[in-house]
């Protein structure tokens, strides 16, 4: 048996976690975490080589985080922090 699929652009996986952490965030105790981590920078380090939405081995274009950053501003925007 053949199975074939197409791979969605990286632009559509990037606006799909988007969306999903901004629902996630809805949740005050999880939203209150993300703000409580300031104005750092949030970075994704992982052990298995993802070097798309996180940083493996110093490298990475880590879009985990910057979406996770993205979010806190916007929250904290809206909170008028």
């Avoid at 105790?29 to 993802?50: A, C, F, P």
Wanted: net charge positive; aromatic share 10%; proline share 1%.
């Amino acid at each position: 048996m053949f199975f074939s699929f197409k791979l969605l652009p990286r632009k559509n996986n990037i606006r799909r976690k988007n969306i999903s952490l901004k629902e996630k965030f809805k949740n005050k105790e999880l939203r209150d975490s993300l703000i409580s981590t300031g104005d750092i920078i949030i970075k994704e380090h992982n052990t298995w080589g993802d070097k798309f939405w996180g940083i493996y081995g110093g490298e990475g274009e880590n879009h985990l985080g910057k979406i996770l950053m993205k979010i806190r501003k916007e929250v904290k925007e809206s909170k008028g922090e």
